[in-house]
């Protein structure tokens, strides 16, 4: 087996971006997770309103539906 030779320094280091790199695929999956949960709650908050919308246009004038 041959000893380990250091990296020429003239050449860029191969690891010099694996830090950074993990870093945004990690910022790129939570992005997608919380973009999919605002959706999810988006579609929910929405129906509820519309369901709120419904109840109040179905009241007549003296409170009774």
Not at 27 to 33: E, F, G, H, T
């Amino acid at each position: 087996m041959e000893p380990h030779k250091p990296h020429p320094a003239h050449l860029p280091n191969p690891r010099a971006g694996q830090g950074l790199t993990e870093y945004l695929i990690l910022l790129v999956l939570i992005s997608m997770v919380s973009i999919a949960a605002v959706r999810s709650m988006g579609t929910t908050i929405e129906r509820k309103i519309q369901q709120a919308r419904e109840n109040i246009n179905g009241l007549s004038t003296d409170g009774r539906q």
